[in-house]
């Protein structure tokens, strides 16, 4: 079984005053919310159960369970004060069902292909970028084991917002999210955080996608260039 958590709670500081109304998730891209073209990506792939956890404006969301007919809404009450590790921690029941994807929510997948792809080992999905970076990105051991998960980083692949856990990987995230939920400091603290953490208990490799499949948008003005890259007037 496939299972997708899609997080979806935050409240986009960064793309306002578009998110002002609209979370971020929802804002359109070539006529589609970013959110649909990442669960039509896994639609079409055939996952199960996808999970969209909600928080900001978490009503806007209702309609997708009625168009997607195996979509779940969780809500994160703690969106607001905890960082992601509390929409993880939502749905974190899930991780004991199979295979599970986790995914950002405000992704512009331009290729859906993505999706398609057998992935027969835990992975995150990353792009490479040469020189240096001070985003998150993903150290590496002789045979491909990701032994680091953190910002920083040189002629390094890079995180693309989209992780895919087997079951036993996604039991061991069960138990190190479920352990670290409470400790000091947890508020502060990034899903991928807890990863890095117990990064010895899990056998993760990079899935490397090219740098135009996802198109992570963060602020209106890089919206406003993808929107021209794909010449839609109405983005």
Same mark, same amino acid.
């Given at each position: 079984?496939?299972?997708?958590?899609?997080?979806?709670?935050?409240?986009?500081?960064?793309?306002?005053?578009?998110?002002?109304?609209?979370?971020?998730?929802?804002?359109?891209?070539?006529?589609?919310?970013?959110?649909?073209?990442?669960?039509?990506?896994?639609?079409?792939?055939?996952?199960? %159960?996808?999970?969209?956890?909600?928080?900001?404006?978490?009503?806007?969301?209702? &309609?997708?369970?009625?168009?997607?007919?195996?979509?779940?809404?969780? &809500?994160?009450?703690?969106?607001?004060?905890?960082?992601?590790?509390?929409?993880?921690?939502?749905?974190?029941?899930?991780?004991?069902?199979?295979? *599970?994807?986790? *995914?950002?929510?405000?992704?512009?997948?331009?290729?859906?292909?993505?999706?398609?792809?057998?992935? $027969?080992?835990? *992975?995150?999905?990353?792009?490479?970028?040469?020189?240096?970076?001070?985003?998150?990105? +993903?150290?590496?051991?002789?045979?491909?084991?990701?032994?680091?998960?953190?910002?920083?980083?040189?002629?390094?692949? $890079?995180?693309?917002?989209?992780?895919? +856990?087997?079951?036993?990987?996604?039991?061991?995230?069960?138990?190190?999210?479920?352990?670290?939920?409470? %400790?000091?400091? &947890?508020?502060?603290? +990034?899903?991928?955080?807890?990863?890095?953490?117990?990064? %010895?208990? +899990?056998?993760?490799?990079?899935?490397?996608?090219? $740098?135009?499949?996802?198109?992570?948008?963060?602020?209106?003005?890089?919206?406003?260039?993808?929107?021209?890259?794909?010449? $839609?007037?109405? *983005?």
């Amino acid at each position: 079984m496939e299972i997708a958590i899609l997080m979806a709670s935050g409240m986009g500081t960064r793309m306002r005053p578009i998110t002002g109304k609209t979370p971020k998730p929802l804002v359109e891209v070539a006529g589609k919310p970013m959110i649909e073209t990442i669960i039509d990506g896994l639609e079409k792939r055939g996952v199960d %159960k996808i999970i969209v956890v909600t928080g900001y404006l978490r009503n806007q969301f209702s &309609y997708l369970a009625d168009k997607y007919n195996n979509l779940v809404i969780v &809500y994160n009450p703690a969106y607001e004060k905890v960082n992601n590790i509390s929409s993880v921690y939502a749905a974190k029941e899930y991780l004991l069902q199979g295979d *599970c994807f986790i *995914c950002e929510a405000d992704l512009y997948v331009h290729d859906d292909s993505i999706f398609q792809e057998d992935l $027969n080992e835990s *992975c995150y999905y990353g792009k490479m970028i040469q020189g240096h970076t001070d985003d998150w990105v +993903f150290d590496l051991d002789d045979q491909g084991i990701i032994t680091r998960v953190g910002k920083h980083g040189d002629d390094a692949y $890079n995180m693309t917002g989209i992780a895919y +856990f087997k079951e036993k990987d996604a039991r061991i995230l069960y138990d190190a999210i479920t352990e670290e939920y409470g %400790k000091t400091g &947890y508020e502060e603290l +990034f899903w991928d955080e807890v990863v890095d953490r117990h990064i %010895k208990d +899990f056998r993760l490799r990079v899935h490397p996608v090219d $740098n135009t499949q996802i198109v992570e948008i963060d602020t209106v003005a890089e919206l406003e260039a993808v929107c021209r890259r794909l010449a $839609n007037n109405g *983005c």
